[in-house]
């Protein structure tokens, strides 16, 4: 079975950075992309970044510009640098493990933005 586990979330006042981790433990076959998704009150979840196993990143627009993802494949784990952090960016953030028929959620991060 296999499990996402995120850490990294918190309060941060606008401007400032957190870092996002998630590691993902059991089998997991085949190649596959690592991923942040978030939900926002009220909002449907939206895809922040996603990394495949090759390294290529891709960002919504929101996060282009402030926020880096990044993947340690030899520790299944990924990361979300996020920087210049602003009220718009409190969500609840997902880790996400998508593979050619599977997909993997962590049970999500709080963070929160705020003076």
């Known amino acids: 079975q296999v499990q996402l586990v995120e850490s990294g979330g918190g309060l941060v006042q606008p401007g400032g950075s957190l870092r996002l981790s998630c590691a993902a433990s059991?089998?997991?076959?085949?190649?596959?992309?690592m991923g942040w998704f978030r939900q926002a009150p009220g909002k449907q979840r939206e895809q922040v970044a996603s990394?495949?196993?090759?390294?290529?990143?891709i960002y919504a627009d929101s996060a282009k510009g402030r926020f880096t993802i990044s993947r340690d494949n030899a520790k299944n784990t990924v990361y979300l640098q996020m920087n210049s952090l602003q009220p718009e960016d409190t969500a609840v953030y997902y880790c996400n493990v998508q593979g050619g028929r599977f997909s993997y959620w962590g049970q999500g991060t709080q963070v929160t933005v705020s003076s």
């Open positions: 990394v495949t196993a090759g390294g290529l990143a």
């Open positions: 059991g089998s997991i076959f085949g190649p596959f992309a």
